[in-house]
């Protein structure tokens, strides 16, 4: 599986999280967090700075009292989820901001396979930074490399082959090519006989 990295496009507009994988997963520690006002005016719960600790990939904005999941923005990719569309996808695109079931909503996120899957990427993506691992191109274009130059020593082989039949003056071919044949041609016995 070949994984691509791309900046993030922020669709919601908020512009206090994480712009890139490479920066850090935005987790403001503030005095006070704000409080959802309930129809008749009271205050109902707010985010708890907590939740970093037990959920590093936690993001929170500021500016839209949401979190978001730091893992899924930046190595989730782009597929949506049945009834999802993108722009409408809840840690991605949505921050999440039920303050009363948000243990309830980071938990299922957490288990989503989305999640996991993000968490993977991000990790590989860290050893690919550290030098840990190398990324899936450079280990294709080695692979190829190296089956051009195997390719190139058998040309080459069978060049000699065919050059030294042609100074010889002898014929190529045999008149049984069959498996079972014991005598294939002088080219193919010669081949036979290089490749042992």
């Known amino acids: 599986m070949i994984i691509i990295y791309k900046e993030h496009r922020r669709s919601s507009g908020t512009t206090d999280i994480s712009f890139s994988s490479l920066d850090p997963p935005s987790q403001p520690k503030l005095v006070k967090y704000p409080a959802q006002v309930t129809a008749n005016g009271k205050l109902k719960r707010s985010f708890n700075a907590s939740y970093y600790g037990k959920h590093p990939w936690l993001e929170y904005s500021v500016q ?4 978001y999941c ?10 949506n989820l049945p009834g999802q569309r993108y722009g409408s996808r809840p840690f991605i695109d949505v921050g999440v901001r039920r303050w009363k079931d948000i243990s309830n909503f980071i938990e299922k996120h957490t288990r989503s396979d989305r999640h996991k899957d993000s968490a993977v990427s ?13 990324p899936i191109a450079s280990v294709l274009m080695t692979d190829r490399d190296n089956e051009i130059k195997e390719n190139r020593e058998h040309v080459k082989a069978l060049l000699k082959v065919t050059a030294l039949l042609g100074r010889l003056g002898t014929a190529f071919r045999g008149h049984d090519k069959t498996e079972s044949s014991t005598n294939k041609g002088n080219f193919v016995e010669t081949c036979n006989l290089l490749a042992d």
């Not at 839209?64 to 979190?67: A, F, G, I, K, T």
């Not at 991000?122 to 190398?134: D, G, H, P, S």
């Open 70 to 79: 730091f893992y899924c923005r930046h190595f989730g990719g782009t597929s």
């Open 122 to 134: 991000l990790m590989k993506f860290k050893a690919i930074q550290t030098k840990e691992l190398q």
């Open 64 to 67: 839209d009292d949401s979190v």
